[in-house]
C-alpha cells in the first residue's frame, strides 16, 4: 500500500448527524482526493486538495465539505449525512508530476 | 462531455480465455487513460496506463489498445486467470489533472 490510511473503516450513522472521514499519508503527496463509489457508478470525485489550504470541488460535491491544514490529513465532512451519502468513499494521493493516484482502503458508511 | 462509459458491466470468462473490457470518451483533450484492478474489500489499484500518443502497450498478460480516431480504448487480458478475477475501471484524465471513471466492470475467470 502506498503508505495510506483511512479511518474509520466503517461508519454506521443516522440522517441528520454530522459525520467525519479522514485520510492520512505517510508520503508527502501534494495532491490528495476523495472519491465515492457507488454501484454502476464506478468512482465519482467528491474534492481534492493541491496543497495544504487548497481545496476544490469534484464531480459530486454538494453535501460534502474538507478541509487540509497538513500536508498529510485529508478530512471529509458531511454536515448532515442523508440517505443518498451511503456509500464506499475512497481517499487518494498523487505525488506532483507523476501520474498515478494511490487509493487508500476505504470507508463504508451507512446512513439510516 | 467529461463522460467515459465502459462495458460490459460484467464478463464471465473461461480460465485461458480472452478477456476484454472497452471504453469510450467524448473529450479529446484527455491526456492520459490508467486502467484500474479492484478486489473486493479493497481500494483500486492501478493495473496499466497510456498516452494517447501510443496505440498499444502491453505489461505481461494485460494490453491496452487506444484508437484516438474513434475516442476509444481497451483492456486485453490474455490467459485470464481465476485470481484476475476482479472489477476492472478505466479512466480519463482531464486537462485539470483529474481522473474521470468508467462504471466498472466485474469480470469472473471461471476455473
Known amino acids: 500500500d502506498a503508505g495510506i490510511t483511512q479511518s474509520p473503516r466503517h461508519k454506521v450513522t443516522e440522517t441528520g448527524t454530522p459525520v467525519t472521514l479522514r485520510c492520512h499519508q505517510t508520503e508527502n503527496h501534494r495532491y490528495m482526493y476523495w472519491y465515492r463509489q457507488d454501484p454502476g457508478h464506478g468512482l465519482r470525485l467528491i474534492h481534492y486538495s493541491y496543497g495544504v489550504k487548497d481545496t476544490d470541488k469534484g464531480e459530486v460535491s454538494d453535501g460534502y465539505s474538507v478541509s487540509r491544514s497538513k500536508t498529510e490529513d485529508f478530512l471529509l465532512t458531511l454536515e448532515s449525512a442523508t440517505s443518498s451519502q451511503t456509500s464506499v468513499y475512497f481517499c487518494?494521493?498523487?505525488?506532483?508530476?507523476?501520474?498515478?493516484?494511490?487509493f487508500g482502503p476505504g470507508t463504508r458508511l451507512t446512513v439510516l | 462531455q467529461q463522460q467515459v462509459k465502459q462495458s460490459p458491466q460484467s464478463l464471465i470468462v473461461q480460465k485461458g480465455g480472452i478477456s476484454i473490457i472497452n471504453c469510450a470518451y467524448e473529450?479529446?483533450?484527455?491526456?492520459?487513460f490508467p486502467w484500474y484492478q479492484q478486489f473486493p474489500g479493497k481500494g483500486p489499484a492501478l493495473l496499466i496506463a497510456i498516452r494517447p500518443d501510443v496505440s498499444e502497450k502491453k505489461e505481461g498478460r494485460f494490453t491496452i489498445s487506444f484508437n484516438k480516431s474513434a475516442k476509444q480504448f481497451s483492456l486485453h487480458i490474455m490467459d485470464s486467470q481465476p485470481g484476475d478475477s476482479a472489477t476492472y475501471f478505466c479512466a480519463a484524465r482531464d486537462q485539470g489533472g483529474k481522473l474521470i471513471f468508467g462504471q466498472g466492470t466485474e469480470l469472473s475467470v471461471k476455473p
Open positions: 473529450n479529446t483533450a484527455f491526456d492520459y
Open positions: 487518494a494521493i498523487r505525488g506532483q508530476g507523476t501520474d498515478t493516484q494511490y
